[in-house]
């Protein structure tokens, strides 16, 4: 019977493009799991009203992408450490009444990173740029990695200190013109500056031997890996395993059960 079917969706503002109801079809696939997975537009203004009506309407759980997670953080009535780290929420799950938010986000980069990338994170010097709702949303697990050293580097250099705040000294809040000097083993551009085809003010020497240029976009070259290509970076990636791999993450939480990521990263990628 139809009813019988759990239903999903990701709410946001645009969400036409977005790729998730393809991700979790797959993995809903694979896991003969019933349930469906739409996509939700809401109203800037009226998030909360339409992920009510959801709820009410018997919904499961939700992915909450851009511009609402943090008022997602807001609606939830529980929220999970990593959730309360990242001051954001971009999975909601239903259960007898309770409102959970959690945050996959940084969960699925470092699983990109460790398990699809085959990275050790571990004693690496990691510079993230940019200090908004996307970088916050990944230090918690980041530095649950253990690297050597995590530094912040924003254009407003008050908002990476305050940023660093957060963090009881764990990273270090940076301007761009203070990188010279530096070397990293792992870059993330966690800007939007690369939608808009711009690049941060970065220094010609950035990559230690071996480094990697990771990019949390998707869908196409951006600007900072093709600089990265230029400038040393042996490895460069973009944000799509991040995607997929944030998604499993949200899968599990709902369904109880891991899907195998690596067919659905491969099904996404556009084939060079």
């Known amino acids: 019977m139809h009813d019988m079917t759990d239903q999903y969706a990701v709410v946001g503002n645009p969400v036409a493009h977005s790729k998730s109801p393809q991700i979790h079809a797959e993995f809903a696939r694979q896991t003969g799991q019933d349930m469906s997975y739409e996509r939700l537009l809401a109203p800037l203004g009226g998030f909360a009203e339409t992920v009510e009506a959801f ?3 018997g919904g499961k759980g939700l992915n909450v992408t851009v511009p609402f997670k943090e008022e997602a953080y807001r609606y939830a009535t529980r929220k999970s450490e990593r959730a309360e780290a990242a001051g954001a929420v971009n ?3 239903f259960d007898n009444g309770l409102i959970m938010g959690d945050n996959t986000d940084g969960a699925g980069l470092v699983r990109d990173l460790t398990a699809n990338l085959k990275l050790q994170l571990n004693g690496k010097r990691i510079l993230l740029m940019g200090a908004g709702g996307a970088a916050r949303g990944v230090i918690g697990p980041l530095l649950a990695e253990k690297p050597a050293a995590l530094s912040l580097a924003n254009r407003t250099v008050e908002k990476a200190l305050r940023l ?12 761009y013109a203070a990188l010279s000097g530096e070397r990293f083993d792992v870059v993330i551009n966690a800007t939007a500056a690369s939608l808009k085809g711009e690049l941060p003010p970065l220094p010609d020497q950035l990559f230690n031997p071996g480094a990697l240029a990771y990019d949390m976009m998707y869908g196409a070259e951006t600007s900072f890996m093709a600089w990265a290509r230029r400038h040393g970076a042996s490895q460069v990636a973009d944000g799509l395993g991040m995607l997929v791999e ?3 993450e949200s ?3 709902w369904r109880g059960v891991r899907p195998d990521t690596a067919p659905v990263i491969q ?3 556009p084939s060079a």
């Open 91 to 93: 999975t909601l799950k």
């Open 164 to 175: 660093a705040g957060l963090f009881d000294g764990k990273i270090s809040g940076v301007s």
């Open 55 to 57: 709820r009410q309407a």
């Open 246 to 248: 944030q998604a499993a």
């Open 251 to 253: 899968f599990f939480l």
């Open 267 to 269: 099904k996404l990628r």
